[in-house]
């Protein structure tokens, strides 16, 4: 069973920055796309980024310019640097395999403040 682990998260004012980080079982990790992805209060789940085994990298536009994820293969480890915070960005974080599987972490709540 796949393990992610996300952390990095936190309370912070609006146009202020956060690294999540997320890590993830060697196979798991070294053989599939990554991606970030978030849950805000009373919305659902939705995809922001993801990055290919080699690290091409495809965003979503509300995310786009301000966000950019990265990934370490052999650490087993991804990035998603946040600038530029928004309020509306406040939700939990998720990392998961392009497309997810089952198997969601526990996110890592993240809070901007206007």
């Known amino acids: 069973q796949v393990q992610f682990v996300e952390s990095g998260g936190g309370l912070v004012q609006a146009g202020e920055s956060l690294r999540l980080s997320c890590t993830a079982s060697?196979?798991?990790?070294?053989?599939?796309?990554m991606g970030w992805y978030r849950r805000a209060p009373g919305k659902r789940r939705e995809w922001l980024a993801r990055?290919?085994?080699?690290?091409?990298?495809v965003y979503d536009a509300s995310v786009k310019g301000r966000f950019t994820i990265s990934r370490i293969n052999a650490q087993n480890t991804m990035y998603l640097q946040m600038d530029n915070l928004k309020p509306e960005d406040t939700a939990v974080y998720y990392c998961?395999?392009?497309?997810?599987?089952?198997?969601w972490g526990q996110g890592t709540q993240v809070t901007v403040s206007s």
């Open positions: 060697g196979n798991t990790f070294r053989s599939n796309d």
């Open positions: 998961n395999t392009i497309p997810n599987n089952d198997y």
């Open positions: 990055v290919s085994v080699g690290g091409a990298t």
